[in-house]
T-cell receptor
């Protein structure tokens, strides 16, 4: 059974601190995506990682992909309150590029 | 502006009633998807369509039906056979890299 596991599921951070969210998956895949969801809202695409060793950065967020380890990380640098949201990773398991399998999400709360 | 629209934003269903959720996109994407999200949960795939007049069941298709008569449109019907339909429904379409773009969602409540 395919599994996409995120940890931690809940993360409470202080402003200015650094932290990493982990996304492990149980089958071969070269494509991984990160999304952000604000409470009551839809999902917003953050990063698209399409190969082993891919690294993408946007502001205080950096995502990486290690397909051999079946692991992606989302690193948060010097957290600010505006980063408070739920973050999902999703894995593309189909050669035809169809449905994604989502993790359960990591809810991040940043406080001063 | 290109994007995905869903309507209505809120929908209330009575027992035994079928309801249809609308999803339209002007991104010229071939593939479209319907997901269900329950509180505190991730997304679960209901149906997806890679091309007009073709669609596939996802993990939780029972009690739902779809059609894909036009590239731009992928409506979802929640039938009376779906016993626990209260959830947040998200429609998406995907580009060449299978990056999925989501609509604003429809929140369905059973009365």
């Amino acid at each position: 059974e395919l599994k996409v596991e995120q940890n931690p599921l809940f993360l409470s951070m202080q402003e200015g601190k650094n932290y990493t969210i982990y996304c492990n998956y149980s089958t071969t895949s070269d494509r991984l995506y990160w999304y952000r969801q604000d409470p009551g809202k839809s999902l917003e695409s953050l990063f698209v990682l399409l190969s082993n060793g891919a690294v993408k950065q946007e502001g205080r967020l950096m995502a990486s992909l290690d397909t051999k380890a079946r692991l992606s990380t989302l690193h948060i640098t010097a957290a600010v309150h505006d980063l408070s949201a739920t973050y999902f990773c999703a894995v593309d398991i189909s050669q035809a590029g169809t449905a994604l399998i989502f993790g359960k999400g990591t809810t991040l709360s940043v406080s001063s | 502006d290109g994007g995905i629209t869903q309507s209505p934003k809120y929908l209330f269903r009575k027992e035994g009633q079928n309801v249809t959720l609308s999803c339209e996109q002007n991104l010229n994407h071939d593939a479209m998807y319907w997901y269900r999200q329950d509180p505190g949960q991730g997304l679960r795939l209901i149906y997806y369509s890679q091309i007009v007049n073709d669609f596939q069941k996802g993990d939780i298709a029972e009690g739902y039906s779809v059609s894909r008569e036009k590239k731009e449109s992928f409506p979802l019907t929640v039938t009376s056979a779906q016993k626990n339909p209260t959830a947040f429904y998200l429609c998406a379409s995907s580009n060449f890299y299978n990056e999925q773009f989501f609509g604003p969602g429809t929140r369905l409540t059973v009365l």
